[in-house]
């Protein structure tokens, strides 16, 4: 059932107070704050019919009315989607040198946790989207090789491979300068990197230990592809703990393990803009008085990574949107330069 004019207002009224205050919010207030042309009976009814639809709840303690999930969603798709206010601007260096993007991306997730005084998480570009520059063939033990990629945006991937006998230290130096000739400037799992592992030229025991190796060209180790900034979680939890959310425990532990964290940013990656999830929509229980507030970064019309917001139901809606929006264009536009 559509609202109607006027209880779009009075919603967007009783969210916009509440978010302010923290207080359930009554007629009297809305009649005596906002100038809706009716009685207080009528602002009243409205807010009953509000509450019929699920998008208010009334504390069994008090007279007003608090937003319910559906609420917030509702105010977000209809009012603050559209807005794009200005915000405190996070300009990067633009001539940060390459080989520091993790200090940016870092740099960029505690002014962000800054700004909107929420948990902000900013996702590394995976090892994938960006073309090698060097790498290392490294015999750490007799049994024991690491190779490590390092690529044109200064991301470095290290895999560790163990062998059931002593490596010949001349067969890691061929394949240190074989990769190297042949796959500069190549991107991880192509079609390139594969006929460079299956070239006619190699010898058995070459063709043996680079076989062996062929993972991390082809499948990075998922620690390095899902590398996470985070920064700001003291003040989540202290906004939590304000709003009276429980559990908090939970929503640590749910930090630590990451999973369903890494959920989230998977599903904001490929968004086309703002990708927004309120209370129930949280994937994991322990989330589910928190709100997740996303947008992709990158260039050329290629998603790289995510910059994103967790923090109460409760939260300033246009103004964490308009930074986060903010943050993920400053971001791209750094990067053009670089990738």
């Given at each position: 059932?559509?609202?109607?004019?006027?209880?779009e207002?009075v919603?967007?009224?009783?969210?916009e107070?509440?978010?302010?205050?923290?207080?359930?919010?009554?007629s009297?207030?809305?009649?005596?704050?906002?100038?809706f042309?009716?009685?207080?009976?009528?602002?009243?009814?409205?807010?009953?019919?509000l509450e019929?639809?699920?998008m208010?709840?009334?504390?069994?303690?008090?007279?007003?009315?608090?937003?319910?999930?559906?609420?917030?969603?509702?105010?977000?798709?209809?009012?603050?989607?559209?807005?794009?206010?200005?915000?405190?601007?996070i300009?990067?260096?633009?001539?940060?040198?390459?080989?520091?993007?993790?200090?940016?991306?870092?740099?960029?997730?505690?002014?962000?946790?800054?700004?909107?005084?929420?948990?902000?998480?900013?996702?590394?570009?995976?090892?994938?989207?960006?073309?090698?520059?060097?790498?290392?063939i490294?015999?750490?033990?007799?049994?024991?090789?690491?190779?490590?990629?390092?690529?044109?945006?200064?991301?470095?991937?290290?895999?560790?491979?163990?062998?059931?006998?002593?490596?010949?230290e001349?067969?890691?130096?061929?394949?240190?300068?074989?990769?190297?000739?042949?796959?500069?400037?190549?991107?991880?799992?192509?079609?390139?990197v594969?006929?460079?592992?299956e070239?006619?030229?190699?010898?058995?025991?070459?063709?043996?230990?680079?076989?062996?190796?062929?993972?991390?060209?082809?499948?990075?180790?998922?620690?390095?592809?899902?590398?996470?900034?985070?920064?700001g979680?003291?003040?989540?939890?202290?906004?939590?703990?304000?709003?009276?959310?429980?559990?908090?425990n939970?929503?640590?532990?749910?930090?630590?393990?990451?999973?369903?964290?890494?959920?989230?940013?998977?599903?904001?990656?490929?968004?086309?803009?703002?990708y927004?999830?309120?209370?129930h929509?949280?994937?994991?229980?322990?989330?589910?008085?928190?709100?997740?507030?996303?947008?992709?970064?990158?260039?050329?019309?290629?998603?790289?990574?995510?910059?994103?917001?967790?923090?109460?139901?409760?939260?300033?809606?246009p103004?964490?949107?308009?930074?986060?929006?903010?943050?993920?264009d400053?971001?791209?536009?750094?990067l053009?330069?670089?990738?």
């Amino acid at each position: 059932m559509p609202l109607t004019a006027r209880q779009e207002q009075v919603l967007r009224a009783v969210i916009e107070e509440y978010i302010a205050g923290g207080a359930p919010v009554g007629s009297r207030l809305l009649s005596e704050r906002f100038h809706f042309g009716v009685a207080a009976s009528t602002i009243r009814n409205d807010l009953a019919e509000l509450e019929d639809m699920g998008m208010l709840a009334h504390p069994h303690t008090s007279a007003g009315r608090v937003p319910t999930d559906a609420g917030y969603r509702h105010y977000v798709d209809s009012v603050v989607a559209e807005r794009r206010e200005g915000t405190p601007a996070i300009m990067l260096e633009r001539d940060r040198a390459a080989s520091e993007i993790d200090d940016a991306l870092r740099e960029t997730a505690e002014a962000l946790s800054r700004v909107t005084e929420l948990l902000a998480v900013v996702s590394a570009p995976a090892v994938t989207t960006s073309s090698l520059r060097h790498i290392e063939i490294l015999v750490l033990q007799p049994r024991l090789v690491m190779v490590v990629l390092i690529t044109t945006s200064g991301q470095v991937s290290k895999r560790v491979f163990p062998f059931g006998e002593a490596v010949d230290e001349g067969l890691a130096d061929f394949a240190r300068v074989y990769l190297n000739e042949r796959l500069m400037g190549a991107q991880l799992g192509t079609r390139r990197v594969a006929a460079v592992f299956e070239s006619a030229d190699l010898r058995p025991r070459e063709r043996a230990f680079l076989d062996a190796l062929r993972p991390a060209f082809e499948t990075p180790d998922a620690g390095d592809v899902e590398g996470l900034h985070l920064d700001g979680t003291s003040r989540l939890l202290d906004n939590l703990s304000r709003a009276g959310v429980g559990h908090l425990n939970e929503v640590l532990q749910m930090l630590e393990e990451r999973y369903h964290l890494l959920e989230l940013l998977a599903g904001a990656l490929h968004e086309d803009g703002i990708y927004l999830r309120i209370g129930h929509e949280m994937p994991s229980p322990s989330l589910q008085e928190c709100s997740f507030v996303a947008s992709p970064y990158g260039v050329a019309n290629r998603s790289l990574g995510t910059v994103s917001v967790i923090g109460p139901t409760r939260m300033d809606y246009p103004g964490v949107i308009a930074a986060v929006r903010a943050t993920a264009d400053d971001l791209s536009s750094y990067l053009e330069d670089i990738w």
